[in-house]
């Protein structure tokens, strides 16, 4: 358990680290939302989204293919509570980082809507203001405050519109994944955010920049599973995220 001492302490560390790196990169997950009022994974309870349905028959494809209606449903349901949330100042502390990139597990737009310029967002696991054709991939751009109910395609009239989220099962976007693994490759410092590093590949990226010789920082209240030889920061995001980044700019290696 961290001390108030020692949290002043390792985030000192931390802020000499990332003031003396070339090169940063912010990886998040669930948790930079939750002081937005977005329940995590392991903390689903709160708003009761992930009680009564097994994750696997909402987001999976033979779950929407089983009943499309109640999954199109539950996600509208999200996005209905996403457009009454806001984003919190971790989301606000990374967008003012302009030369950093931020991988993100996300689906939930906080960060685009906390400013981070879109050529600076890799969303790993998509994004749920989308919406895809099951069968030839039409795009349409989806409003969270008004979400479309369960339909067919327009332009092929035969496959159902579904989110434009990274379901179980599905392979990560190429160009998303490309980059971030290239960009993990050149590290000398990987800020590790609110995330379980649970879910593969995801999770893989923070190996790929310590093996190549990133230190890595973590800003989570929990740290059980966080190897030893990682810095963390125990707390909440919106809180040490400021604290962490203020009057520091971070830089990203350019990928191709
Ligand atoms: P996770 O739920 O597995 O882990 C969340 C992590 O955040 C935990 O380690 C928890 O200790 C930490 N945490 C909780 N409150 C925090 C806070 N205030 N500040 C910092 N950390 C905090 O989430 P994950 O690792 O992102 O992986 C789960 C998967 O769920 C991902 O694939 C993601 O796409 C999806 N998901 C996304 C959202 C979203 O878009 N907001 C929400 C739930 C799940
Ligand atoms: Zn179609």
């Known amino acids: 358990m961290n001390t108030d001492h020692n949290l002043e302490h390792v985030l000192t560390s931390a802020r000499e680290l990332l003031a003396n790196a070339r090169y940063c ?15 995590t994974f392991r903390d689903a309870d709160s708003d009761g989204l992930w009680d009564n349905f097994n994750p696997m028959e909402l987001a999976s494809v ?4 089983r009943n499309p209606e109640r999954v199109m449903k539950w996600y509208n349901a999200r ?7 806001q ?3 971790g989301h606000l502390a990374l967008a003012e980082q302009k030369n950093l990139l931020h991988i993100t597990q996300n689906v939930d737009n906080l960060c685009a809507r906390a400013g981070t310029d879109p050529e600076q967002l890799v969303q790993l696991h998509g994004t749920i203001t989308e919406d895809h054709c099951l069968e030839c991939g039409a795009r349409e751009a989806i409003d969270t405050d008004k979400p479309k109910p369960l339909r067919i395609c327009s332009q092929c009239n035969s496959g159902y519109m579904r989110p434009s989220v990274v379901w179980f099962g599905e ?19 990987l800020l590790v955010v609110g995330t379980s590093a649970s879910v593969y590949p995801a999770a893989g990226l923070i190996d790929v920049a310590r093996n190549h010789g990133a230190r890595v920082i973590h800003i989570n209240p929990d740290g059980e599973d966080i190897p030893h030889e990682d810095m963390w920061l125990q707390g909440k995001s919106g809180d040490l995220l400021p604290k962490l980044l203020q009057g520091l700019t971070l830089s990203s290696p350019e990928v191709v």
Not at 62 to 65: K, L, M, N, Y
Not at 79 to 85: D, F, G, N, Q, Y
Request: aromatic share 4%; net charge negative.
């Open 25 to 39: 990169a912010c990886l998040s997950g669930a948790g930079l939302s939750a002081e937005s009022g977005i329940a």
């Open 62 to 65: 033979e779950g929407f293919t």
């Open 79 to 85: 996005r209905t509570k996403l457009s009454e949330v």
């Open 87 to 89: 984003p919190n100042p």
């Open 171 to 189: 392979m990560l976007p190429d160009a998303a994944w490309h980059r971030a693994e290239a960009t993990c490759l050149a590290l000398d410092v």
